[in-house]
């Protein structure tokens, strides 16, 4: 079991930064795959990044060049790394693992945590 927890949510203007974090509990977090997921009211989740457990990465092509994925595994702790934000970044964002197969920023995942909102302005 896994328990997830994002913060580092705000708003911010057009090509601004923030940086997300996701806390994890239990003991075999470095071996899971973990991704950072968005949705907007009204639409589908949609898959921003993953990490795997050997440090590997994928990104939608929507944010490539722009975000960086990355974990602490000392600290049980997942970052997301938001560069250059424009208002279609806009949306919940939530954390997510996975235990077994492959690591892409595509469900389905197991473990989800509550979200945090990324507002971007014009």
């Known amino acids: 079991q896994v328990q997830l927890v994002e913060s580092g949510g705000g708003s911010v203007q057009a090509g601004g930064s923030l940086r997300l974090s996701c806390t994890a509990s239990?003991?075999?977090?470095?071996?899971?795959?973990m991704g950072w997921f968005r949705q907007v009211p009204g639409k589908e989740r949609e898959g921003v990044a993953a990490?795997?457990?050997?440090?590997?990465?994928s990104f939608a092509d929507s944010v490539k060049g722009r975000f960086t994925i990355s974990k602490d595994n000392a600290k049980n702790t997942l970052y997301l790394q938001m560069n250059s934000l424009k208002p279609e970044d806009t949306g919940m964002y939530y954390c997510?693992?996975?235990?077994?197969?492959?690591?892409?920023?595509?469900?389905?995942?197991?473990?989800w945590g509550q979200g945090t909102q990324v507002t971007v302005s014009s």
């Open positions: 997510a693992a996975r235990a077994a197969g492959y690591c892409y920023p595509r469900e389905p995942y197991s473990y």
């Open positions: 239990g003991s075999r977090y470095s071996t899971f795959c």
């Open positions: 990490i795997a457990r050997d440090g590997s990465t």
